[in-house]
Structure formats: structure tokens, C-alpha cells
């Protein structure tokens, strides 16, 4: 057992509208940045990136200003694809869930990506640099384009969602408690999506500076469960068996909130919002059985992959605490439950985005299911974290369940023992 704890200068063209920069300051909480693609003049504070031949290129640090006006000192803003661009001012055709952040100025054009057919897929890169790192930070992106149909998956901080710029569909999207990479950079990618994957476009965005820092929670080894011993794993719902590592003292796994793939997410929502980084696979019949989360007969295990991608530290798996969920937990990450332990993960590890990790080296691996156990104390709501793994022998990381049960404020037992002691020291 090893627990681990570890430019060329493309011109912003402004015609029609005059932007007037009342004095230089940082990106602060509460400020907005805008951006609006494509050959029209937006009519409101918005960086206008156009170009008569798009260009991958860039806004240098200092050359943004806020929605109201005020120039953001040390941000910038860079933009790539990965094939040719166009732009077009003929992006009416899907305004509905148009956000109130933008006008119709920045919504009638675009910035467009083509690749041949999808291969590869037609990717935007939007990069802000200079951010923040104890702000969290709201998005709002996408496009109205009344020409092919043209699908685009928009992903940050391993959040993601995927708009329909079909005429009459909502073509934009908002993601909330977003985080920087630890130095600065908010990396934003737009991907082609089928039918039309070799077409991505976009035609504004918006980033807010939420002031909310981030609060570091601890993370701990709790302990591993190998080879289902006991049966406590395949039998995690069933009171009657010992749970050795429960955390609550009801005698089974995810009474607070479980994860089952394929099956069950309790507590989503409610406590915590989620996102798979990774396809779910299964279940299968050559698959482990486990108690269904009904409660109520048995089911064969599905699974995430990564498809064999291999690799170190792999995120299978993102979520994030929302407000009312507990401060102090343990979770539970099942793995080793397929056909062929070469499909196994080499690690199984827990990570907080901004913060501190912890990993643990499996020793079973065995087709016979193991389940690693983290502690996590000081959580508060926003905090994100993520389930990682280095690949196994063929190259794959896999988990099949995950549960969530509350644990006692740290230094609580050993106060209840204080108490006691004194006590029985009085009653001597």
C-alpha cells in the first residue's frame, strides 16, 4: 500500500463603436469580459476579434477591457483552431437561448473552424491568461449560424455541454465555478459534434470573476478493501454485512450519496453536480455482481474507460459539492470488477481542482473487486474534485461504483473520549 499525497497582433477592430478605457485595473470580482467574433461592430463593450483572413493569434495582456470599459490589466486572450477559419455576418438562424449578456450585434456573425469531414474534428481554442487563481469564474459562449447544421461541444475545467445552433434551438451555454489551471489560464475548447463534427463556430462569449476563493479541503488515505472481502463490496447495500470502513456506523456503503453506473446517481442535484470525463462501458454478465442500489437483487457492474488510452493520472470522473452537502466525507472508488485484470487501473486516486490529491497504489489487482477509501474534511460548497487513475497493464483506467458517507467533524471522537473520561473520573 503507497497512499500518494501530491502573436504578431491581430487588430481589434471597433467601427461603429467607441470603446473609452476609463483607467488600467485587474480582472476583480464582479467584472465581466466580452468577446464578440466576426465582421460586425458589436454596439456594447465587447473585445471584437475579426480579421478579413481569420488567423490563429492572440490579445495581449492589457488589451482587454470590461463590459464597462475599464481596461484588465495583465489578462489576455488568445484564440486557435484546428483547421481553416471563415467568418460570416450570417449567424440569425438560432437566437433562441441567446443569453441576456449579449446584444444582437454580437449574435448576427461568427467565427467559424472547417476541417476535411470531421478528420479531425473541428476544434476551438479560446485561452484567457493572467486570471485570477483564488477566483472562480462563469462562462457563457456559442453561436447562432444559420448555415449547415453545426453542433458544438463546449468544454472547460472539465465541465462540458453541447449546444444545437440549429435554427430555433438554444445555441449558447453557461458553466459556473469555473477554475484556472493554477497559473493563470482558463483554457475554453468548442468541438464540431455530429452530424456536422468537421464545423465549429462561435460568436460571443462572456467570463465573470466570481469572488469566491477556494477553500482547501483535506484529503486522506481511509484504507482499501481488496479481493471483496467479506463480500462487502459486491454486498455494499446489505446491513447485514460487516462494512469495515463505513463511515457512518449504518453498516453500508453510499448512504449519503452513491454513483453506480449505468444505473444510479443519488444525491445528483441535491448535493452534488457532476460530469463524466470517460464512456461508460457495460454491464456485462463477465462483469462482478453487486447489490443493485435499489436495494433489491443483484446487477452486473458497467464501467467507465478511457479506451485504452493509457497514460498517468487520467480523470475518469468529475463532481462537485453544492450547497447542503455535508462538510466531512468518505468515498468510496470500486474498480477491479471486469473480465480481465489487465482492464484494471494501476491507481486509484482523488484530487481536489486547486488543491491537494491523494493516490493509492493498488496491490490486488485480480478481476475480483477492490475499493478504495478517501477522507475529505473541510468541504464547502464549489469545491470540485476529481477520481483519477494511472492505466493498467492494457493501457485502461476503470472504476465501477462510487460511494459517499458522512464522517464526524475531525477531533470529534477523541472529544466524545475526553468527555467520558471525565466522567467516570467524576463519578470516582
Not at 497582433?9 to 466580452?34: E, Q, R
Not at 473541510?378 to 458517507?405: K, L, R, S
Amino acid at each position: 500500500m503507497k497512499p500518494i499525497c501530491r502573436r504578431h497582433l491581430l487588430p481589434v477592430l471597433l467601427a461603429g463603436f467607441s470603446i473609452t478605457s476609463i483607467h488600467a485595473t485587474p480582472f476583480a470580482a464582479g467584472a465581466k469580459i466580452g468577446i464578440d467574433f466576426g465582421p460586425t461592430a458589436p454596439t456594447n463593450n465587447m473585445n471584437q476579434v475579426h480579421n478579413a483572413s481569420p488567423v490563429n493569434d492572440s490579445i495581449a495582456a492589457g488589451g482587454l477591457v470590461s463590459t464597462t470599459s475599464v481596461t484588465m490589466d495583465g489578462v489576455g486572450f488568445s484564440w486557435a483552431s484546428t483547421g481553416g477559419w471563415f467568418s460570416s455576418d450570417d449567424a440569425d438562424g438560432g437566437l433562441s437561448g441567446q443569453s441576456a449578456a449579449f446584444n444582437e450585434s454580437n449574435l448576427t456573425d461568427f467565427y467559424g473552424v472547417s476541417t476535411i469531414e470531421g478528420d479531425p474534428a473541428g476544434v476551438i481554442t479560446l485561452t484567457f491568461t493572467g486570471l485570477d487563481n483564488a477566483f472562480t469564474y462563469n462562462l457563457v459562449v456559442g453561436a447562432a449560424y444559420a448555415g449547415d447544421i453545426a453542433n458544438v461541444t463546449w468544454a472547460a475545467d472539465s465541465q462540458s455541454a453541447t449546444t444545437n445552433a440549429q435554427v430555433g434551438s438554444s445555441a449558447y451555454v453557461t458553466r459556473t465555478g469555473l477554475h484556472t489551471d493554477g497559473s493563470g489560464n482558463l483554457v475554453i475548447t468548442g468541438t464540431g459534434t455530429a452530424p456536422r463534427a468537421d464545423i465549429a463556430v462561435v460568436s460571443a462569449l462572456q467570463l465573470t470573476a466570481v469572488g469566491t476563493v477556494i477553500q482547501p479541503a483535506i484529503l486522506s488515505f481511509a484504507g482499501v478493501i481488496n479481493d471483496d472481502a467479506g463480500s462487502e463490496i459486491s454486498q455494499w447495500k446489505t446491513v447485514s454485512t460487516t462494512k469495515t470502513l463505513d463511515g457512518d456506523g449504518d453498516n453500508a456503503y453510499g448512504t449519503l450519496a452513491h454513483l453506480v453506473y449505468q444505473y444510479e446517481f443519488k444525491g445528483q442535484g441535491t448535493l452534488y453536480s457532476f460530469d463524466y470525463a470517460d464512456s461508460q462501458v457495460g454491464p456485462f454478465g463477465s462483469y462482478a455482481l453487486i447489490d443493485a442500489p435499489t436495494g433489491l437483487g443483484d446487477i452486473n457492474v458497467a464501467t467507465t474507460s478511457n479506451g485504452g488510452g493509457g497514460g498517468a493520472d487520467h480523470v475518469m470522473f468529475t463532481f462537485a459539492a453544492l450547497a447542503g452537502s455535508p462538510a466531512n466525507v468518505r468515498i468510496g472508488i470500486a474498480t477491479d470488477g471486469l473480465d480481465d485484470a489487465g482492464y484494471s487501473s494501476a491507481t486509484i486516486g482523488l484530487r481536489q481542482v486547486g488543491g491537494s490529491a491523494v493516490e493509492y497504489t493498488m496491490t490486488s489487482t485480480n478481476s475480483t473487486l477492490d475499493m478504495v477509501f478517501f477522507d475529505v474534511t473541510g468541504i464547502t460548497a464549489g469545491n470540485q474534485f476529481e477520481v483519477f487513475a494511472d492505466a493498467g497493464a492494457y493501457g485502461y483506467a476503470t472504476h465501477h461504483f462510487i460511494t459517499w458517507d458522512v464522517i464526524p467533524e475531525p477531533g470529534a471522537a477523541s472529544l466524545g473520549g475526553l468527555g467520558l473520561l471525565c466522567l467516570l473520573r467524576r463519578r470516582r
